[in-house]
T-cell receptor, first 110, second 117 residues
Framework: RKEVEQDPGPFNVPEGATVAFNCTYS??????FFWYRQDCRKEPKLLMS???SGNEDGRFTAQLNRASQYISLLIRDSKLSDSATYLC???????????FGQGTILTVHP | GAVVSQHPSWVICKSGTSVKIECRSL??????MFWYRQFPKQSLMLMAT?????????EQGVEKDKFLINHASLTLSTLTVTSAHPEDSSFYIC?????????????FGPGTRLLVL
């Protein structure tokens, strides 16, 4: 079983749609959780950290459920510029070793 | 945010040659940097953790004699792919964390595309 698993995707949605991505992690000792986005042929860029209390950044809302070992990302009012691969990322230690999910491709069309 | 650079951004080489990739933290010091590899349509896989002034820590399945890592200063880590072969063709990305802050954010370099013919 992979340490971090994501929705297989791809997701193709119209502009303005709401889309949700899910992610599960296998190691209950995982400490920190993030969503990154990666554009084609580019490096990953941090989208947001994920906290148990849930956190929101504009149109993006992230949620963590430690009991279920489940992470989610909700994107509201999708824009064309949201088209990218979204990576669920988990760390097990405090010194920063990241484990990436396989990514979910999102395409927002006019 | 902090900036991490990589050089070169892409390289094409013949099979059997060695290729050196540099990763620099431009505006912060990084005692630890990370090297990842990403094959097409796959996610990033951690190859090794580069520690300033000491030996790198390699992930299981990564050959340390093939992927030489040197972290000689607080702002520079290098990855050398020795005797590169076509199967080493990949997107190599480094990352670094600014340990002077409490943030866990890792900053990624723009990556290096390696094509071995």
């Amino acid at each position: 079983r992979k340490e971090v698993e994501q929705d297989p995707g791809p997701f193709n949605v119209p502009e303005g749609a709401t889309v949700a991505f899910n992610c599960t992690y296998s190691n209950s000792a995982s400490q920190s959780f993030f969503w990154y986005r990666q554009d084609c042929r580019k490096e990953p860029k941090l989208l947001m950290s994920v906290y148990s209390s849930g956190n929101e950044d504009g149109r993006f809302t992230a949620q963590l459920n430690r009991a279920s070992q489940y992470i989610s990302l909700l994107i509201r009012d999708s824009k064309l510029s949201d088209s990218a691969t979204y990576l669920c990322v988990v760390t097990r230690t405090s010194y920063g070793k990241l484990t990436f999910g396989q990514g979910t491709i999102l395409t927002v069309h006019p | 945010g902090a900036v991490v650079s990589q050089h070169p951004s892409w390289v094409i080489c013949k099979s059997g040659t060695s290729v050196k990739i540099e990763c620099r933290s431009l505006d912060f010091q990084a005692t630890t940097m990370f090297w990842y590899r990403q094959f097409p349509k796959q996610s990033l896989m951690l190859m090794a953790t580069s520690n300033e002034g000491s030996k790198a820590t390699y992930e299981q399945g990564v050959e340390k004699d093939k992927f030489l890592i040197n972290h000689a200063s607080l702002t520079l880590s290098t990855l050398t792919v020795t005797s590169a072969h076509p199967e080493d063709s990949s997107f190599y990305i480094c990352s670094a964390r600014d340990w002077a802050t409490w943030e866990e954010t890792q900053y990624f370099g723009p990556g290096t595309r390696l094509l071995v013919l």
